[in-house]
């Protein structure tokens, strides 16, 4: 076992005396109790292989080209990290575990002299949806399903007693607000920006007519709100 107080400590799978390298491949996370223990009976980390997927290495394609296309601007401010230096800058900084106080470590800061407790998120969302269609044929089809209609809840816009609502328009819906993510008939589904529904007062279903929803504004391809950290 190991004391849950430890601090975690990072372990060089092939020792630097040996000449291994501060690549990730070559690095272990451990905690500071289990890593004496390493040394102290000279015991060997043997990490498991991880499958290689074509979006890693695209990935790693896109990450080099970016940090070249950045250095022309920025020079030698550019440089890469890594999430376990992510992960012991935060500890560090005593910070839980969120994509911000992530964000906030990287930076490379070393004191924090004021607790955040509002963030602003941003989500990028899709204006259309797409109709179901094939350009292959599915199991048991003679031919493609090239030539299907449109359903007419994946419209993107309905007009109703001459106002128009569309997809992503911010809404109130009681005292609750959100964004219209699809419509059915003259009723519309509202979420809030983290993709949970809004649904009238005292009513099970999720479907909110337009008639009890107040237009807010509307939105491009990318919605924000100020929300509590």
Known sequence: GYDKADKWHVHHIKHRSQGGTNRPSNLALTHESCHKELHRKNLKIKKTSIKRLTECAHFN???LRLKDMLKETYG????FTYGYITKINRERLNLPKTHYNDAIAITGITDIKKDINEITVIKQVRKKKRSMHEAT????RNKPNTDSI???KNTKEITVHGRKYALWDKVKVGNKKGYITGFTGN??????????YIKP???PYKQVSVNNIKHIRRNNNWITERKAA
């Open 61 to 63: 394609s896109l990450r």
């Open 76 to 79: 030698d401010k550019v440089s």
């Open 137 to 140: 044929a599915r199991k048991g």
């Open 150 to 152: 449109r359903n007419k």
């Open 187 to 196: 009723a519309c589904y509202v979420q809030d920006i983290d993709g949970n």
């Open 201 to 203: 007062d005292g009513k």
